[in-house]
């Protein structure tokens, strides 16, 4: 159990316009999603964290205007990257957690996004 | 600031051999420690989870050791296989203000057969 999905796994898109990441979690209800970027041979750096019906809290740094999360089901997130530029190309990784399941995070397999 | 160090060098080791991570991490006072693997393109997969209270914890060919005063994690892994080659990922969690998870860059091993 406690697989969380992503879609879509990779993604190229033009400068200026915007893309939308999905996450799942599949056999469980995710209490708390958290939304990570990763570029090459760096650690994963959390952007934001949100909880079901509520606004997300975004980490310093992270321009909430630019990245909008919708957490709208216990199960689903999305993230939108909105007038993606190249310096956006990143490795985008949810990750779910449940109280029910000790509040352990499990990832999501990632979504690779370019910008040309 | 909180700081997670782990070797930014990649390590090799030969088929067999016992491979040895180490994390330190600095200003940071964590609930407990967790060792994830990554490969390449994929997210980060749990392996195993140590408390503030616990020394050492194992799992199959895997043991965490977990020293507070010194701040540190070694993660080893036992009879190394070349499947066994991946990043492996610490990450610190606090246990009081919410589940936020810290990670370091994480450490490349390569295992040779």
């Known amino acids: 159990g406690a697989v969380v999905s992503q879609h879509p796994s990779w993604v190229i898109c033009k400068s200026g316009t915007s893309v939308k990441i999905e996450c799942r979690s599949l056999?469980?209800?995710?209490?708390?999603m958290f939304w990570y970027r990763q570029f090459p041979k760096q650690s994963l750096m959390l952007m934001a964290t949100?909880?079901?019906?509520?606004?997300?809290?975004?980490e310093q740094g992270v321009e909430k205007d630019k990245f909008l999360i919708n957490h709208a089901s216990l199960t689903l997130s999305t993230l939108t990257v909105t007038s993606a530029h190249p310096e956006d190309s990143s490795f985008y990784i949810c990750?779910?957690?449940?109280?029910?399941?000790?509040?352990?995070?499990?990832f999501g397999p990632g979504t690779r996004l370019t910008v040309l | 600031s909180q700081k997670i160090e782990q070797n930014s060098e990649a390590l090799n080791i030969q088929e067999g051999k016992t491979a040895t991570l180490t994390c330190n991490y600095t200003?940071?006072?964590?609930?407990?420690l967790q060792w994830y693997r990554q490969d390449p393109g994929r997210g980060p997969v749990f392996l195993l989870l140590?408390?503030?209270?616990?020394k050492e914890k194992r799992k199959e060919r895997l043991k965490v050791t977990f020293d507070t005063t010194l701040k540190q994690s070694l993660f080893h892994i036992t009879a190394s296989q070349p499947a066994d080659s991946a990043t492996y990922l610490c990450a610190l969690k606090r246990g009081t203000g919410g589940f936020k998870t810290i990670f370091g860059a994480g450490t490349r091993l390569f295992v040779k057969a």
């Open positions: 990750s779910a957690s449940a109280t029910d399941r000790d509040n352990e995070q499990f």
């Open positions: 200003n940071y006072s964590p609930a407990y």
């Open positions: 949100s909880n079901e019906g509520s606004k997300a809290t975004y």
């Open positions: 056999d469980f209800q995710a209490t708390t």
């Open positions: 140590i408390r503030e209270n616990e």
